[in-house]
Structure formats: structure tokens, C-alpha cells
């Protein structure tokens, strides 16, 4: 009867419900309107949905083995992971409360009265000697009484959730912990991030170097004829040395990538969480063209990127909050009771020496100088604060979208471009280097014209490696592939199991 009154008191939860706030959300990105962007795509129904790790669109196995150890070794993820662990314990601490607190105890006391306050009923003996009663804690001597006594006893005390603040308590925990999901699957995007884009800088890296290497074997040609030509007496000893200038300033050039191909090497092994020493790639180019990927359309961001998800979890953490603190103003009943035995034997477990009590309270707050209103108006402020910071995620994931698109369309047409001017640049050092072999053009012409078609190979590289870089920095924008339905449910959260097992 007691568990069932308990049960229909804590029926209601004070405070608002969640209701998720609303955002701004183009129709279409500004990016796509009307173009055909090469690599990108509009996504089909459910097209976008992930379909294994967003990295294997590279169809890069190099990269593929490295992206599968972030789950394991990178240790911002862990800690993440931690974190998320730490959060679900705080949900088990709120539902504890939704039950009552038992105790057991036993005690003994030993207590002495002198032989003045025994009067009558003291029992000496004859000799001053000590007479314990028989089956009792109780010995009796001429200086007075010793009684020992023992208590085993049971207490319950329940406080009850009349108003649901422990109930708001623990929707605002499981909201708080569906937040650090959000934010371990965002820690973990973010480190796949950034291993992609060390991975294809540092094949960039490779690239310029062998670029430089393969210039530096030309230029130590144009060496060699250049001497030919001096011994010969048709030039002057000013283009060799104009073409050995030229030749060791590639080769230094060349010599430096190395010290970029170290620090990207060593940065790749820091986000797969080993020492840089296990670390060796080999050389790898940059080539080929961006893969395709389905962008999708604006409102599917909401479902797809971690961190407004996270943003959202917090609205109803905040939300729950409210009504924890609009609870304050109700009174907390509280229901106690106690069972137990004393008396003078060891173990007073009778029902001649049993006790008990059973009570309630309800304790209001009369009157606190504008504490609790002070507490709600923060809650709800804290509130509107998780609304705008979810408004701002969303615009600034927006934004994310729209400069990656627009990066990968402006890349793709420069490299197109450059690609072309790489050519005819190669064109005109074999036309000059003709020349100057028959003595029609100076060696100046020369040293321009292969100066302009390193700088062109160069340009070209740098156009690729950004366009690179801005399509994995696009498929962070979009989530990765991730989905806001793989966001741990609130049964899934309470129920002890990880959903992160690797980790």
C-alpha cells in the first residue's frame, strides 16, 4: 500500500516539455543552383546515407589501413569515449534516487549505573563479589549495574518524486549523455579529418619533391649544354654560371620537401596514436581527380552532422533543467520508516523486543530572498543560450557546405586551366632550348622560359593538392557519412552496455 500511494504521488513533472527549436534551412545549397558541379552530386533518397567509412570514396588502401586505427590508438577519441562513459554514469546516480535508501545497522552499548542510583533492586553478595543475570546483559555488583545492550535495526527513507525534479534530472542526464555520443562520433570525424588531409598532403609533399627532382635532372641537362657551349666559345661565362645557379637552386628546393615529408609522416602517426619511429610511408603521388560524393540537400545536415546533433541533445538538457528547478518550489515529501530489536541478550531478533515507526514530511521552503525564481530565470536563460548556439551551428555548418563547394568548383575549372599552361609551357622550353642551341635566342630565354614552366607545375600541384584537401573538408562538412539514428536511444544509454565496444 505504501510503494503504491508513493507510485500515484509522483505521477507529474513540472516544468515545460521539450519541443526542439527551429532553424533556417535553404531549400538548396547556393553552390548547386543551377550547375553542374564535376566530383559532387545531388544525392537520391537515402543515397547519402552512410554505406561504410567515408574515406573509402578515395579507393586508397593506404589510407583505408590508416583511417581503421583512429577508432583504436588516437587518444583525443579515447578520451572521448571516456567522457561519453562518464556521462552515462551520471544518469545511473539520478535514477537511484528514484528509490529508496535502506540501512541496517547493529550496535552494542555498554552502560554502567552506580550502586546510590540501584537502591533496592541492586543484588550484592556476601563476599563483593560480581552476580550476573542469567540470560540477560545485565551484571549487578556493590559498586552498581553494567548493562549491555543490542540493537539490530532496518531504516528506509524515500524520498518521493512528487513533482518529477529526479525525473527531469535524469531526461537532462540522458540528454547530457546522448551530447557526449554526439561528441565522441564528432572527435573521431574530426581526427579522420585530419588524417585524410595529412595523407594527401603528405602525397603532395612527395609530389613537389619528385617534381623538383625531375626539374633538377633537366636543369643539370641544360648545365651540360650550356658547358658544351662555353667550351666551344658561343656564349659567355655568365650562362654557365646563370645555368648552375639555376640547377642548384632546384636541387635545394627538392632537398627541403624532405623536411615537410618528416612533419606530415610524424603528424599521421600522432592521429593514429603511435610514436613517429613506427611510422614509414612510402613515397605516393598526388594524381587523378576527386571522387564523386552525393551532397545531398540543406535540411539533411540536421541529421547527418554530429555536431548539430550535439547541439540539439543540449537544448533538451537545458529544457529538462527547468523543470528541475521549477520543482524547487513545491514541497519534498519524504516517507521513513524504521524495524528492529534490542535488548540484553546477543542477538535480540524477538518479537517480545521488536520496534518500529513510520512516518512522512513535507518540507516547503517559505520564504528564500528570490533564490528559486533566481535559479529558474538562469535555467531558462541557459536554455535560450543552447537555442542560439544550435542556430549558429546550423548556419555555420551551412556555410561550411557552401565554401567547400565552392572551392571544388572554382579548383576544378583553375585546373583545367593550369593543366593546360603546363603544356604549352613545356612547349616553349623545348622551342628556346632549340634556339639556344643554334645560337638564335639567349641563354636568358631559356632560364625564363623553364623558370615559367616549374612555376606552371608547381601551381598545378598546389591546384590539385587544395582540391584534394577541399573534398575531404567537404565530406566533414556533411557529416562523413555519420546519421543522427546511430545516436545511442535513452534505453540504449541506460542499459550498461557500451555502444562503443572498440573504444
Keep these: 500500500m505504501l510503494f503504491a500511494a508513493a507510485a500515484a504521488l509522483s505521477a507529474c513533472e513540472v516544468g515545460p516539455d521539450y519541443v526542439p527549436a527551429l532553424a533556417a534551412i535553404p531549400q538548396n545549397f547556393k553552390e548547386l543552383r543551377g550547375r553542374a558541379l564535376k566530383g559532387f552530386k545531388v544525392a537520391a533518397p537515402r543515397e547519402s546515407v552512410d554505406a561504410g567509412p567515408w574515406w573509402l570514396v578515395y579507393r586508397d588502401p593506404v589510407?583505408?589501413?590508416?583511417?581503421?586505427?583512429?577508432?583504436?590508438?588516437?587518444?583525443?577519441?579515447?578520451?572521448?569515449?571516456?567522457?561519453?562513459?562518464?556521462?552515462?554514469?551520471?544518469?545511473?546516480?539520478?535514477?537511484?534516487?528514484?528509490?529508496?535508501?535502506v540501512t541496517a545497522s547493529y550496535s552494542v552499548s555498554r552502560n554502567y549505573t552506580g550502586s546510590a542510583l540501584v537502591g533496592s533492586s541492586s543484588t550484592t553478595t556476601s563476599s563483593g563479589g560480581a552476580v550476573a543475570s542469567a540470560g540477560s546483559g545485565t551484571t549487578?555488583?556493590?559498586?552498581?549495574?553494567?548493562?549491555?545492550?543490542?540493537?539490530?535495526?532496518?531504516?528506509?527513507?524515500?524520498?518521493?518524486?512528487?513533482?518529477?525534479?529526479?525525473?527531469?534530472?535524469?531526461?537532462?542526464?540522458?540528454?547530457?549523455?546522448?551530447?557526449?555520443?554526439?561528441?565522441?562520433i564528432n572527435a573521431k570525424l574530426t581526427a579522420q579529418a585530419q588524417l585524410a588531409l595529412a595523407y594527401f598532403n603528405l602525397r603532395a609533399a612527395y609530389s613537389l619533391r619528385s617534381l623538383l627532382e625531375k626539374t633538377t635532372a633537366e636543369y643539370k641537362k641544360t648545365v651540360t649544354i650550356t658547358q658544351n657551349q662555353y667550351k666551344g666559345g658561343t656564349v659567355s661565362e655568365a650562362d654557365l654560371v646563370s645555368a648552375e645557379t639555376q640547377y642548384m637552386s632546384a636541387q635545394a628546393a627538392a632537398i627541403s620537401t624532405n623536411e615537410t615529408i618528416a612533419q606530415l609522416q610524424h603528424a599521421i602517426a600522432m592521429l593514429i596514436g603511435k610514436p613517429p619511429s613506427e611510422v614509414n610511408l612510402s613515397p605516393m603521388l598526388l594524381t587523378?581527380?576527386?571522387?564523386?560524393?552525393?551532397?545531398?540537400?540543406?535540411?539533411?545536415?540536421?541529421?547527418?552532422?554530429?555536431?548539430?546533433?550535439?547541439?540539439?541533445?543540449?537544448?533538451?538538457?537545458?529544457?529538462?533543467?527547468?523543470?528541475?528547478a521549477i520543482a524547487?518550489?513545491?514541497?519534498?515529501?519524504?516517507?521513513?520508516?524504521?524495524?528492529?530489536?534490542?535488548?540484553?541478550?546477543?542477538?535480540?531478533?524477538?518479537?517480545?523486543?521488536?520496534?518500529?515507526?513510520?512516518?512522512?514530511?513535507?518540507?516547503?521552503?517559505?520564504?528564500?530572498g528570490g533564490a528559486r525564481s533566481a535559479q529558474v530565470d538562469s535555467a531558462k536563460a541557459t536554455y535560450?543560450?543552447?537555442?542560439?548556439?544550435?542556430?549558429?551551428?546550423?548556419?555555420t555548418a551551412f556555410q561550411q557546405v557552401e565554401d567547400q563547394l565552392a572551392a571544388i568548383r572554382v579548383l576544378t575549372a583553375q585546373l583545367k586551366v593550369q593543366e593546360n599552361a603546363v603544356v604549352e609551357a613545356r612547349k616553349a622550353v623545348t622551342v628556346y632550348l632549340n634556339q639556344y642551341r643554334a645560337g638564335a635566342v639567349a641563354f636568358t630565354s631559356v632560364v625564363v622560359a623553364e623558370a615559367a614552366l616549374l612555376s606552371a607545375e608547381q601551381a598545378a600541384l598546389a591546384t590539385r593538392q587544395n582540391l584534394f584537401i577541399a573534398s575531404v573538408t567537404l565530406i566533414e562538412a556533411l557529416g562523413g557519412g555519420w546519421d543522427k539514428s546511430r545516436l545511442p536511444t535513452p534505453s540504449e544509454i541506460s542499459t550498461g552496455i557500451s555502444i562503443f565496444p572498440q573504444l
Design 140 to 184: 549487578t555488583s556493590r559498586h552498581g549495574v553494567t548493562t549491555t545492550v543490542q540493537t539490530t535495526q532496518g531504516a528506509l527513507t524515500w524520498d518521493l518524486d512528487v513533482w518529477g525534479k529526479i525525473r527531469r534530472q535524469i531526461e537532462s542526464n540522458v540528454a547530457g549523455a546522448q551530447v557526449s555520443a554526439a561528441d565522441l
Design 288 to 324: 587523378g581527380a576527386i571522387p564523386p560524393f552525393p551532397v545531398g540537400v540543406p535540411s539533411q545536415l540536421l541529421e547527418r552532422r554530429p555536431d548539430i546533433a550535439a547541439a540539439e541533445r543540449v537544448m533538451q538538457q537545458e529544457n529538462a533543467l527547468i523543470g528541475v
Design 63 to 101: 589510407l583505408d589501413s590508416l583511417e581503421r586505427q583512429v577508432e583504436i590508438s588516437n587518444q583525443t577519441v579515447a578520451a572521448a569515449a571516456a567522457a561519453y562513459e562518464q556521462a552515462r554514469t551520471l544518469i545511473r546516480t539520478a535514477q537511484a534516487a528514484l528509490f529508496p535508501t
Design 328 to 368: 524547487a518550489y513545491y514541497p519534498d515529501v519524504t516517507i521513513s520508516a524504521d524495524l528492529g530489536y534490542t535488548g540484553l541478550m546477543s542477538l535480540p531478533i524477538n518479537p517480545a523486543h521488536e520496534f518500529w515507526s513510520l512516518g512522512g514530511m513535507a518540507l516547503e521552503t517559505v520564504f528564500d
Design 384 to 395: 535560450l543560450e543552447a537555442v542560439a548556439n544550435y542556430r549558429q551551428t546550423v548556419v
